[in-house]
């Protein structure tokens, strides 16, 4: 995202866009690819909520929140492109905000990586959760990337 000091985004966290709903797609790549062709679409506002349940010392994937969403809606997937920026609009919002915080650091991209578009970018994520007890290792020579060290057995089950 871009200009984020000239955005609301509690605003934009508020803002439903008619969701939830589904999509059926038809796109046998798409069906292939992510298992069947019922799509739901989870509103921003959800984003957040489940982000809040993330308790100190414990990380999830976006992945992992999409799965669950599905699961709950009786979908067969996500829509992978609003998850991603639905989680940026709740960090973002969450740091906008003064109380009713979001610990959106604890919100990984897949395989644990940090993410760029969080507030702070990389530098303030890792610092937030090196201090709750996660290792951040650098993976690469030029196109580095931070992850957490064995996210997936700090990972928090949703149900």
């Given at each position: 995202m871009a200009n984020e000091d000239k955005k609301d985004f509690n605003a934009m966290l508020h803002d439903s866009k008619d969701m939830p709903k589904f999509q059926i797609i038809t796109d046998e790549k798409s069906i292939k690819k992510y298992g069947?062709?019922?799509?739901?679409?989870?509103?921003?506002?959800?984003?957040?909520?489940?982000?809040?349940?993330?308790?100190?010392?414990?990380?999830?994937?976006?992945?992992?929140?999409?799965?669950?969403?599905?699961?709950?809606?009786?979908?067969?997937f996500t829509e992978p492109i609003t998850a991603g920026i639905f989680t940026s609009i709740a960090?973002?919002?969450?740091?906008?905000?003064?109380?009713?915080?979001?610990?959106?650091?604890?919100?990984?991209?897949?395989?644990?990586?940090?993410?760029?578009?969080?507030?702070?970018?990389?530098?303030?994520?890792?610092e937030k959760l090196e201090a709750?007890?996660?290792?951040?290792?650098?993976?690469?020579?030029?196109n580095i990337r931070y992850f957490v060290k064995n996210y997936d057995k700090v990972l928090y089950e949703l149900s």
């Open positions: 069947g062709n019922k799509m739901y679409f989870a509103p921003p506002i959800e984003y957040d909520r489940v982000m809040k349940k993330i308790p100190y010392g414990k990380v999830i994937t976006v992945g992992k929140i999409r799965e669950y969403f599905a699961k709950q809606n009786g979908a067969d960090a973002w919002a969450s740091y906008q905000r003064s109380d009713d915080e979001t610990p959106y650091w604890r919100t990984l991209k897949a395989n644990g990586e940090l993410n760029t578009k969080y507030p702070g970018g990389i530098k303030a994520q890792k709750e007890g996660h290792t951040i290792i650098q993976k690469g020579r030029t």
